[in-house]
C-alpha cells in the first residue's frame, strides 16, 4: 500500500490535531532526500509541540539520534556478565544510551521534548525492530526503559528508490506511527528561504520554474548532482559569495560559477539558474504584475512571458492577486495564455479561492475548446 | 461543423418512461368509518386508502420499489436536459455523454429485468390470491376493487427509448429567408446552451452538496456509510462527463480531480472511520471542493451566446416560437 502523501501546509495543519491526540504516535516523515524532512521536525514541529503546550520553544528540548549506522545493540544496551548472589553467572544489560541522554535532558529542565531519529529508514531490520516498542503509543519503552513522560518520538527516512540505502520499514513499525510522504512544496518552501537569507535570485528561479522540472521528483538514474530543497540552499550560499563580490556585473554568471553551482544542483538546474538571472531585470515580478497587472511590462520574448506569468500564478495567494495574475496573463501570446490560464484557474480551485469573476468566465468561453489541449500537454497544474 | 454541433456531438438524450400500479386506493367507505370511529367533527376532511390488493398490497410495494430503482439510479448517474428555471420541475429526458451511453444503457437494462423478475415473481401468487380470496380481505370497503391480474400487470412498463442526439438547428437544411433563419439558429442556440449550462450548474450543486454532506459527516457524523464514499466517485464522474465535453472549465475539472485522489480513491469506508490522517485529508479536500462549487455556481454562466448575428427580419414572437416548439 501506499505513503499516504502530505505536504508541508497540511502538516502545520495536521500536527496540532495529532499532538492534542490522546494517544502520541510518532510523526515519520519519509520521501526524497533533501525536501527538509529533518527541517521540519527541528524547526517547525517543535513550535508546534512548544505551542500545544503553551510554553516557548526553547523550552522544548530536542535530540537527534541518528541511527543508520548503528547496530540493533548498541541502541538496545549491551548484554554483560554479572555473578549473582548466589555466585552463579548471569546476565545484566547496560541501559541504553539514547534512554540515558533523554533523562539527562529532563533532568536538567527539559521536561518536555523531542526526539528525531532520523535516517530511519536507512536503519536495519533488526535496530527497527528495537524501535517498536519506543514507537508503540501504549508502551513508550527502549528495552525495558521508559522514556520521559514529556518527550515525544518523530523519525524520518528515505523512500526504498531514493538509492539512499533505506530499507522498507517493518510493518509493525508502520502501525504505530503517523507515517506520511512527504511532498516538496515550492511555496512552503519559497517562504521559508525567504525567512532565512537564501538569495532571493536562487528563490525566484525556483519559483518561476518549479513546475518545469527545476527540482527533481525522483533520485535521477545516472549518478551526478540533483537539484532538491537542500542542494539548492547550499548552491545559493555559493551564488551569494560571488554576488556579494566585485565580479559579478550584475547580470552574467561566468561559467566557472556555473560549473560550481552545477556541482550542488547539477548542470541542468544550475544552466536554468544562470539564463534566469540574465534575464531577471527583463522581467516584471509577481508583486509588479499584482500591483497593476494591466500596466506591468509583456516581455516580447515567448520565454520572459512565460517566466513573468509564472512568477505571478506561484505568488498567487488569494482571490485578489490570482484575478490580478489573469488579467496579466491575457495579455500574452495566444498560446501562452491558454496553457497558463488554464494552469491558474486549476490552481484556484485547488486552492479553495476559485476565480469566478467575469474575466475567468470569458477566458472559458472563448478558450473552452483549447483547455484540453493544455491540459493534455501537461502545461496545468 | 459549428461550435453547438461539436459540442451537442458529445452527448445523447436517453427517453425513458416507467409506469406501475399504485395499490392504495381512496375508500369513502373508509373514510367515513374513520371519520365516525374517531368522532371527527363534520366539517372535518378524511381521507383513508385502503391497499387494494387486501394482504399482498405489501408484497406490490416491494415490487414497486424495484421499478422505482430505475428511475432513482438513472436520475442519480444523468443530468437534467431542460430549460426549467431554478425552483421548477425539471423531470424530462436526461443528458448523458456519449462514452457513457453504453454503461448507462447496460445498467438501465439490468435494473429493467430485475424489476420485471419481481413482478413475474409476484403475479402467480397475485392470480392464486385473487382467485381465491377475492375482496374478502377488504372487510366492509365495498368501494375498492382488487384489480384483475391481467390489467394489474399491464400497468408495468419500463421503455428505455433509443438515445437520440441533441437536436441541433440545421439552418441550411430550410428554405427561409436568410435573416429569419438566422434569428431561429440564435433562438435555438441560446436555449441549447441554457439546457446545457442548466445540466453543468445541476452537476455542480449535487457535487456541492454532496461534499457538503461529506465534510459535515466525516467532522461530526455517528454512523459513516460506504454511500459517502461511492457518491463522492459518481459526483466526480458526474461532473468530468458535463464539463469535458461542455466547456472544459478547468476549475471544475480541478474539483473532479481533487475529489477523486482525496476521497474518491478512499476504497472502504472503514479507513477513514479508523484512520484520522485520510479522514482529515478527506474532509478538507470535501471542504475546498464545497467551497470552490458554490463560487463556480454562483458566478456567471459559461454558457457560450456565440451565435449566429441578429436578423434585422422583424418577426413575431409567437411565430418563432411556434417554429421552434
Not at chain 2, 428555471?85 to 444503457?105: A, F, H, T
Request: net charge negative.
Amino acid at each position: 500500500m501506499a505513503h499516504v502523501k502530505t505536504n508541508i501546509a497540511e502538516l502545520d495543519q495536521m500536527a496540532r490535531t495529532a499532538l492534542a491526540s490522546q494517544y502520541r504516535k510518532p510523526f515519520a516523515l519519509i520521501g526524497m532526500v533533501g525536501i527538509a524532512k529533518t527541517q521540519w521536525i527541528k524547526s517547525r514541529y517543535r513550535e508546534l509541540y512548544a505551542e500545544h503546550l503553551g510554553i516557548s520553544t526553547d523550552q522544548v528540548g530536542f535530540i537527534q539520534t541518528r541511527v543508520a549506522n548503528r547496530d540493533a545493540a548498541e541502541i538496545a544496551g549491551v548484554a554483560l556478565p554479572i555473578k549473582n548472589d548466589d555466585g552463579s553467572v548471569g546476565t545484566q544489560f547496560t541501559k541504553p544510551p539514547l534512554v540515558a541522554e533523554l533523562w539527562a535532558a529532563h533532568d536538567a529542565g527539559f521536561t518536555h521534548g523531542i526526539n528525531l531519529i532520523d535516517e530511519f529508514g536507512q536503519a536495519g531490520g533488526d535496530v527497527q525492530k528495537v524501535f517498536a516498542d519506543m514507537f508503540d503509543p501504549d508502551e513508550r519503552t527502549l528495552a525495558g526503559w521508559a522514556i520521559p513522560d514529556g518527550w515525544i518520538i518523530a523519525w524520518t527516512g528515505n523512500r526504498t528508490a531514493d538509492k539512499s540505502g533505506a530499507n522498507r520499514v517493518l510493518s509493525h513499525i508502520m502501525g504505530r506511527c503517523r507515517v506520511f510522504e512527504l511532498e516538496f512544496d515550492a511555496k512552503a518552501w519559497a517562504d521559508w528561504a525567504a525567512d532565512n537569507g537564501v538569495n532571493p535570485l536562487a528563490i525566484d528561479c525556483a519559483m518561476a520554474y518549479a513546475d518545469d522540472g527545476f527540482f527533481a521528483d525522483c533520485v535521477p538514474t545516472e549518478d551526478g548532482p540533483f537539484c532538491t530543497p537542500r542542494s539548492l540552499t547550499h548552491a545559493a550560499g555559493d551564488l551569494t559569495a560571488f554576488t556579494d563580490s566585485g565580479d559579478f556585473d550584475g547580470v552574467t554568471l561566468p561559467s566557472y560559477m556555473e560549473t560550481l553551482i552545477a556541482s550542488s544542483i547539477g548542470a541542468r538546474a544550475a544552466g536554468m539558474l544562470s539564463r534566469h538571472i540574465a534575464m531577471a531585470d527583463q522581467v516584471p515580478t509577481a508583486a509588479e504584475i499584482f500591483a497593476d497587472p494591466a500596466g506591468a511590462k509583456v516581455p516580447d520574448s515567448t520565454g520572459y512571458q512565460l517566466l513573468a506569468a509564472n512568477r505571478a500564478i506561484n505568488g498567487a495567494a488569494d482571490a485578489d492577486t490570482g484575478e490580478a495574475a489573469l488579467a496579466y496573463i491575457i495579455r500574452l501570446r495566444p498560446d501562452l495564455q491558454v496553457s497558463l490560464g488554464s494552469k491558474l484557474l486549476r490552481a484556484s480551485a485547488r486552492h479553495g479561492w476559485v476565480l469566478t469573476s467575469n474575466v475567468a468566465v470569458a477566458f472559458i468561453q472563448k478558450f473552452h475548446d483549447l483547455l484540453p489541449l493544455a491540459q493534455d500537454a501537461g502545461m496545468g497544474v | 461543423m459549428n461550435m453547438q454541433q461539436s459540442i451537442a456531438n458529445n452527448y445523447m438524450l436517453i427517453p425513458i418512461s416507467i409506469g406501475r400500479a399504485d395499490p392504495m386506493k381512496h375508500s369513502a367507505v373508509a373514510s367515513d368509518a374513520a371519520a365516525s370511529e374517531c368522532k371527527v367533527s363534520g366539517n372535518v376532511p378524511v381521507r383513508t386508502r385502503v391497499g387494494s390488493l387486501g394482504s399482498l398490497t405489501a408484497d406490490l410495494k416491494q415490487v414497486n420499489s424495484k421499478f422505482a430503482a430505475v428511475r432513482t439510479w438513472f436520475y442519480d448517474n444523468t443530468l437534467p436536459f431542460t430549460d426549467a428555471e431554478e425552483g421548477q420541475q425539471k423531470r424530462g429526458k436526461r443528458i448523458v455523454p456519449v462514452n457513457k451511453v453504453p454503461e448507462v444503457l447496460a445498467k438501465l437494462a439490468e435494473l429493467k429485468a430485475d424489476a420485471f423478475s419481481a413482478l413475474d415473481a409476484f403475479m402467480p401468487d397475485y392470480r392464486a390470491y385473487h382467485s381465491a380470496r377475492n375482496r374478502a380481505d377488504l372487510g366492509r370497503v365495498s368501494d375498492v376493487d382488487m384489480p384483475d391480474p391481467d390489467v394489474l400487470a399491464g400497468k408495468y412498463r419500463i421503455t428505455i427509448g433509443a438515445p437520440e442526439p441533441l437536436p441541433v438547428f440545421d439552418v441550411d437544411k430550410l428554405a427561409l429567408p436568410a435573416g429569419l433563419a438566422a434569428d431561429i439558429a440564435k433562438r435555438h442556440h441560446d436555449r441549447l446552451a441554457k439546457q446545457l449550462d442548466g445540466a453543468k450548474q445541476a452537476a455542480i450543486e449535487g457535487a456541492r452538496d454532496h461534499m457538503a454532506t461529506v465534510e459535515k459527516q466525516l467532522t461530526d457524523g455517528k454512523r459513516l456509510h460506504q454511500s459517502l464514499l461511492d457518491n463522492a466517485k459518481r459526483h466526480a464522474s458526474l461532473l468530468r462527463g458535463m464539463v469535458e465535453g461542455y466547456d472544459n472549465d478547468p476549475r471544475v475539472l480541478e474539483v473532479a480531480d481533487l475529489i477523486d485522489e482525496r476521497i474518491g480513491s478512499i476504497p472502504n469506508i472503514d479507513q477513514v472511520k479508523y484512520n484520522a490522517t485520510r479522514r482529515n485529508q478527506a474532509i478538507r479536500a470535501a471542504g475546498t471542493a464545497s467551497k470552490a462549487l458554490d463560487a463556480v455556481a454562483k458566478a456567471p454562466s459559461t454558457a457560450t451566446p456565440a451565435a449566429p448575428a441578429a436578423s434585422n427580419v422583424v418577426a413575431g414572437d409567437s411565430l418563432l416560437a411556434d417554429l421552434l416548439d
